[in-house]
């Protein structure tokens, strides 16, 4: 389904004029960006560290189920 779907859309996307081709291309481009937040380094580098941490001592408890809801939270 997913390849006749894509097919269908080449088709299309070929007939369009080259100015409304360039406007598909800035659309396109703003979704990506929407769909692909840039994480804080701070939110990197905690994990990073829980991890570290936990590594060292495994007798601890690493919580990323909360982190990750956090994370999602944000950038949902």
């Known amino acids: 389904m997913m390849n006749t779907t894509v097919e269908m859309l080449k088709k299309k996307i070929d007939s369009f004029h080259p100015d ?3 406007t598909l291309a800035k659309v396109v481009e703003k979704l990506e960006a929407k769909n692909r937040p840039a994480i804080p ?7 990073l560290y829980r991890i570290q ?3 060292e001592h495994p007798h601890t408890k690493l919580d990323f189920y909360e982190n990750i809801s ?3 939270k944000y950038y949902a």
């Open 41 to 47: 380094s701070f939110h990197r580098d905690e994990i």
């Open 53 to 55: 941490f936990h590594n």
């Open 70 to 72: 956090e994370l999602k």
């Open 20 to 22: 409304m081709l360039e």
